[in-house]
Structure formats: C-alpha cells, structure tokens
C-alpha cells in the first residue's frame, strides 16, 4: 500500500499501530520517502487472511491522527493486494 502525505505543519510520523495494539516498525514494515508512506507487503501478509480489513492509526508530530483502512483480497497465486 503506498499513500501520499500532505505535510502542512506536520514534519514527522511519531508511531503507526494497528488495531492489535503492534507499533509499525520503521523500514521493516513500513518506509517513508519525501511524502510517501509504504506499508509493506511483508507487513500485510503477516496480519491478513484475505478477504480482510486492516486498521492502521498513523500518529504525526503535530496535528490529528490519521485512521487508515486498507482492504485486502486474494491475488494471483494467493497473495495479498491491497485495496483502496
């Protein structure tokens, strides 16, 4: 999954957790480049069974916390893609 952030007066992600209380660990399950957010695939087929929903709250230095929902189905040769 990769999304785009619109920083404004934000500078930085503080934590990304999902709904199990798991803290995304930075260039293991995630990465972040400029304004690019990617939720790894490694990550994604850790915690999900498609068909699924996986909840991610993405908490910045400044501002609101962002409520991300990614849902998944099966790909070709049973992996996982992500929807949006």
Same mark, same amino acid.
């Given at each position: 999954?990769?999304?785009?952030?619109?920083? %404004? $007066? +934000?500078?930085? *992600? /503080? &934590?990304?957790?999902?709904?199990?209380?798991? =803290?995304?660990?930075?260039?293991?399950?995630? #990465?972040?480049? %400029? $304004? +690019?957010?990617? *939720? /790894? &695939?490694?990550?994604?087929?850790?915690?999900? =069974?498609?068909?699924?929903?996986?909840?991610? #709250?993405?908490?910045?230095?400044?501002?609101?916390?962002?409520?991300?929902?990614?849902?998944?189905?099966?790909g070709?040769?049973g992996?996982?893609?992500?929807?949006?």
């Amino acid at each position: 999954m990769v999304g785009t952030i619109t920083w %404004g $007066d +934000t500078s930085s *992600i /503080l &934590s990304i957790v999902d709904a199990s209380s798991y =803290s995304l660990v930075e260039n293991t399950d995630y #990465t972040l480049t %400029g $304004d +690019t957010l990617t *939720i /790894l &695939s490694t990550y994604l087929s850790g915690v999900a =069974s498609p068909p699924s929903a996986i909840s991610l #709250t993405v908490s910045f230095n400044i501002g609101d916390d962002y409520q991300a929902s990614i849902s998944t189905s099966s790909g070709i040769g049973g992996g996982v893609r992500p929807r949006f």
